[in-house]
């Protein structure tokens, strides 16, 4: 069966400092991979996919099949990056997300 | 385009009562699923549907229920609501498997 952990419940750091979040899953066919954030009581939002390769609001992420992983990497945080991130599988038949528990990040002035 | 939109905001129910949860997008997405937020626990998926007339169970099902008359609509029935199913609930969809999922805002129902 499918599986997605985040090691880290809680990631806190500075303003400007770089801030990974790992994420590694189980699934024995192709993943596909998202990250998603959700700031303080909002909707979750679709951050990356590992299929388009794109920067958004200056977070990365690269998939290493051979480590399954999907670590989400920004170089400098920013306060307004402080949010709840969510890494997710997609399996295929109905087309079902996975989710990770969670990590909450935190960065501070 | 309103999104996916969920209603209410937030509900409290005392043990046993039955509500439905709303969901409606107006996307014209194929694919639409209920997932319940812990904390801790990540999101789990509860049912989903791959279209109209179509829908599965998802990793927590149990005293659940859903159906899928139309497009638009995707409401998550509570059968016997039950002091484990205080949570927060998303609705998502997806037009299809080349596109992420977009999230309702989300139902905060406490059963007490």
Known sequence: AQRVTQPEKLLSVFKGA????K???SYSGSPELFWYVQYSR???????RHISRESIKGFTADLNKGETSFHLKK???QEED?????????TGAGNKLT???GTRVLVKP | NAGVTQTPKFQVLKTGQSMTL????DMNHEYMSWYRQDPGMGLRLIHYSVGAGITDQGEVPNGYNVSRSTTEDFPLRLLSAAPSQTSV???????GTRYGYTFGSGTRLTVV
Do not use: D, H, K
């Open chain 1, 18 to 21: 770089p801030v990974e979040l």
């Open chain 1, 75 to 77: 170089p400098f945080a």
């Open chain 1, 82 to 90: 402080s949010a709840m991130y969510y890494c997710a599988l997609r």
């Open chain 2, 22 to 25: 709303q969901c409606a997008q």
């Open chain 2, 89 to 95: 609930y998303f609705c998502a969809s997806r037009a």
């Open chain 1, 99 to 101: 989710f990770g528990g």
């Open chain 1, 42 to 48: 909002q909707r979750l939002q679709l951050l990356l």
């Open chain 1, 23 to 25: 994420c590694n899953y």
